[in-house]
T-cell receptor, first 116, second 117 residues
Framework: AQKVTQAQTEISVVEKEDVTLDCVYE???????LFWYKQPPSGELVFLIR??????QNEISGRYSWNFQKSTSSFNFTITASQVVDSAVYFC?????????????FGAGTRLAVHP | GAVVSQHPSWVICKSGTSVKIECRSL??????MFWYRQFPKQSLMLMAT?????????EQGVEKDKFLINHASLTLSTLTVTSAHPEDSSFYIC?????????????FGPGTRLTVT
């Protein structure tokens, strides 16, 4: 079965703190894609990153970084020195057979609140 | 690049009426678009996959006669909620794959908030 688990429903931090959003996925296939999306209060989903299953290199983009570990089926997302503008709901998603690479399976989302 | 628009951004309709939502890829061609529904404080659930020039593929449990999808061109897909009822009130989001981008990421529209009274 394919599944994405984001165990943290809500996280509240103070500005400048580092925060890590957890994502654990399940799939039996060896080829799959993982994504992170940001949904600010306006509602529009913003694509953050895509990672395929063969690329375990961690990635850093400014204050954002991602840690992909196949051994633990995790794809965690860290925001360094958080800012109020980071407040949003963050979704981790998986696409893999047999659902097909078209189908995105979303986790429940983690609501991040960054307070000044 | 990879901008997807939706129209309208919000709509209020009376029970029993039909509502059409448009999804457009503005700067790329999308042979495949997707329609999602999101209830308050919940995740996105895929409703159907819209393929240009062919019938849409619906997810299990989604009534195809109630949610009519038309993908008439490479940049436009429409979702029509027929005979809407209050339980259809939700946030509807479309997305499109930019095949020219070489990846599998989907770019999402801003969403349409439907309220059925």
């Amino acid at each position: 079965a394919q599944k994405v688990t984001q165990a943290q429903t809500e996280i509240s931090v103070v500005e400048k703190e580092d925060v890590t959003l957890d994502c654990v996925y399940e799939t039996r296939d060896t080829t799959y894609y993982l994504f992170w999306y940001k949904q600010p209060p306006s509602g529009e989903l913003v694509f953050l990153i895509r990672r395929n299953s063969f690329d375990e290199q961690n990635e850093i983009s400014g204050r954002y970084s991602w840690n992909f570990q196949k051994s633990t089926s995790s794809f965690n997302f860290t925001i360094t020195a958080s800012q109020v503008v980071d407040s949003a709901v963050y979704f981790c998603a998986l696409s893999a057979p047999p659902g097909g690479y078209n189908k995105l399976i979303f986790g429940a989302g983690t609501r991040l609140a960054v307070h000044p | 690049g990879a901008v997807v628009s939706q129209h309208p951004s919000w709509v209020i309709c009376k029970s029993g009426t039909s509502v059409k939502i448009e999804c457009r890829s503005l700067d790329f061609q999308a042979t495949t678009m997707f329609w999602y529904r999101q209830f308050p404080k919940q995740s996105l659930m895929l409703m159907a996959t819209s393929n240009e020039g062919s019938k849409a593929t619906y997810e299990q449990g989604v009534e195809k006669d109630k949610f009519l999808i038309n993908h008439a061109s490479l940049t436009l897909s429409t979702l029509t909620v027929t005979s809407a009822h209050p339980e259809d009130s939700s946030f509807y989001i479309c997305s499109a794959r930019d095949l020219g981008g070489g990846g599998y990421e989907q770019y999402f529209g801003p969403g349409t908030r439907l309220t059925v009274t």
